[in-house]
């Protein structure tokens, strides 16, 4: 049972959204007096001399749902799991019907239970939540009773005014309300993100921290999204606004708790690491701690107070369990659960009532698979249809069909669903009246999920329904063609694995014709393979412009490809979306269907 109140408006009424004074939120946002970190008391305090010293809390934890409320499909739906023997098993897992049920079964027996979640929640979501502007994703996170999430980078998609709005509540601006019967009422859990600040003003966006109480035992929780956030989302969704350094904010109002009583306390990022093993059982603090987890939320971890009790990540899709040693050398749990609700986190904080803080020694943590073996959630299956009723006559329109799965792996840098997409932006782009592009970029980060050749529905297998492309392509980015020259061109393929994205490269997928080789043995720039870029064969000239077809938000330089910025006679066309759609119908037919593209445009050296 967690700490929350009986209503859902007095759960809103419980904190304060300070979009309003930023000049961000919508009209009608209401705001309470409350201060920030206002909390929710649940049950009596009790007889505290018969209470134990020490309580184990629950903390049940997940990030990056990205509005997956279906289970995921294909490969995107599964997790690996490693046995004692070495051998592996994918297992499909996810789907709110699902995760309801395993949350549920989860909590029982556990007094003292809490759920929080890491960000992106919403944002590049399937058809399902994303044509409702992710209002069905809110209402199931209110469902399962989430307590309290930080923001992430994809809370910002469409910009603080709709982040407002999913956390106040009301209809959508331009959309409307989308149940006549069912005004939307925003999130019953806060939003924090403590680094996140109004540009002019320097006031925080939303709150910064939570403290959830129960029975005298207080947990402080304070939230926020990666520093990079405007390196990764379109400028638009960002203006106005400032993001501070992790590190740094976290340590700040660990201070403003401890002052307040709270020695208890969880930091929820929106940033995480790459373990060594894409299994979500693998042992990544062996042999030592955090020894086989990298990526920047090590340095983070390491550098963020000892007072913080755990750490509970996400952004980078992965899944671990470790400890990594706080500043004074202490072992300290640092978890992330995948991506899609297909995990979970279960951390046991052992609270000594005397001290007032977690007995860090006795802190566990385990991620656990939300299998689809389990009964589906009635309330979470009544909402999927609810919605879907609504979506189905744009969902459900075929679009293409397919000979089998084009799949769209995470951890290869070039991907077949890639090189159908940027052909697909080459071929609506190259003629002189569309831009005449000779080539074109597709961020893999845009690309979302695979094309599953069997029937999600009954549409028959093979056939793409405009629902299965809109949760490929998600954005709704406009396609743009541009003039670079060779050497702005090699430049952003350097930068794939340079700068911002050293740590964690960024290979973008590239049309056909455009070839050239990733030297994975090198480091930084240099594992762009000199004289190895080639459109057609011919070497890239980098005195002669080529024009290249990208999105808007490549062409602003996100992502960290900073040189793109620096293109020249821009001409903006449709829609990712729509130049994908073209494509398919196209080329391809139920006597016909297209085939995955072979892979080959960019040579790895391991």
């Known amino acids: 049972m967690s700490a929350r109140p009986h209503t859902h408006r007095a759960a809103r009424r419980s904190r304060r959204v300070l979009a309003a004074a930023a000049g961000l939120a919508t009209v009608g946002a209401l705001f309470a007096a409350m201060p920030a970190g206002a ?5 009596s305090s009790g007889a505290r ?4 010293r020490t309580v184990d809390v629950q903390l049940l934890s997940f990030n990056d749902l990205h509005g997956n409320l279906e289970p995921p499909a294909g490969s995107a739906g599964q997790v690996t799991r490693t046995h004692a023997d070495g051998t592996t098993e994918k297992i499909n897992a996810g789907g709110v019907e699902y995760l309801a049920t395993h949350l549920r079964q989860a909590r029982k027996g556990s007094k003292y239970s809490v759920t929080a979640a890491a960000g992106d929640m919403i944002g590049a979501s399937p058809l399902l939540s994303g044509l409702f502007h992710d209002e069905p994703t809110i209402e199931a996170l209110n469902g399962l009773k989430l307590d309290v999430s930080s923001v992430g980078n994809h809370e910002f998609d469409e910009g603080a005014k709709e982040l407002a709005r999913m956390q106040n509540g009301g209809c959508h601006p331009t959309a409307g309300c989308f149940e006549q019967d ?11 993100a403590a680094n ?3 540009e002019k003003t320097g006031r925080p966006l939303l709150d910064p921290y939570f403290i959830w109480k129960k029975d005298g035992v207080k947990i402080g929780f304070i939230g926020v999204t990666l520093e990079g956030t405007p390196n990764i989302v379109s400028a638009e969704g960002v203006k106005g606004l400032t993001f501070g350094d992790e590190v740094e904010t976290i340590n700040k109002y660990t201070k403003v708790l401890e002052r307040k009583g709270v020695k208890s306390i969880v930091a929820l990022i929106h940033e995480g690491g790459a373990p060594a093993s894409s299994s979500y059982n693998y042992n990544c603090d062996s042999p030592g701690p955090g020894d086989g987890v990298s990526g920047p939320i090590v340095d983070i971890a390491k550098k963020i107070s000892p007072q913080v009790d755990a750490l509970v990540t996400g952004h980078t899709h992965q899944a671990y369990a470790c400890t990594i040693p706080d500043p004074s050398g202490k072992p300290r749990t640092v978890t992330s659960a995948a991506s899609f609700g297909k995990l979970y986190t279960d951390t046991t904080l052992t609270y000594d009532r005397r001290t007032k803080d977690i007995v860090r020694t006795a802190v566990a943590s385990a991620n656990h698979v939300v ?5 589906k959630a009635e309330d979470m299956t009544r909402l999927i249809a609810r919605w879907n009723t609504l979506a189905a006559p744009i969902a459900s329109r075929p679009v293409g069909h397919i000979s089998a799965d084009i799949e769209n792996p995470f951890d290869a840098p070039e991907k077949p669903l890639g090189n159908l997409i940027a052909d697909a932006q080459l071929e609506g782009l190259a003629t002189a009246d569309k831009g005449g592009a000779q080539l074109a970029l597709m961020n893999p980060g845009g690309i979302r999920a695979g094309l599953v050749h ?10 793409v329904t405009y629902g299965e492309a809109f949760t490929v392509q998600p954005f709704t980015n406009m396609m743009t063609v541009v003039d670079l020259t060779g050497a702005q061109l090699i430049t952003a393929l350097q930068q794939q694995v340079s700068g911002l994205n050293q740590a964690s490269p960024k290979i973008l997928q590239v049309s056909d014709g455009f070839t050239y080789t990733l030297d994975l043995t090198k480091t930084g ?5 000199a004289g190895s870029v080639k459109l057609k064969g011919e070497a890239i000239d980098p005195a002669k412009t080529y024009r290249v077809a990208m999105n808007e938000f490549l062409a ?3 992502d960290g490809f900073a040189v793109l910025k620096e293109h020249k006679n821009k001409l903006v066309g449709a829609s990712d979306l729509d130049i994908l759609i073209a494509y398919l119908a196209a080329h391809s037919s139920a006597s016909a269907p297209l085939a995955p593209p072979a892979t080959g445009r960019i040579t790895v050296v391991k």
């Open 39 to 43: 909390a929710v008391d649940e049950g």
């Open 49 to 52: 001399h018969h209470q134990p």
């Open 182 to 192: 069912r005004p939307f009422g925003g999130a019953d859990f806060p939003y924090l």
């Open 196 to 198: 996140v600040a109004n």
């Open 371 to 375: 299998t689809r073996d389990v009964p």
């Open 454 to 463: 069997k029937a999600s529905g009954s549409e028959g297998d093979g056939v």
């Open 525 to 529: 720039a240099d594992r762009i393979v």
């Open 556 to 558: 602003g330089g996100g």
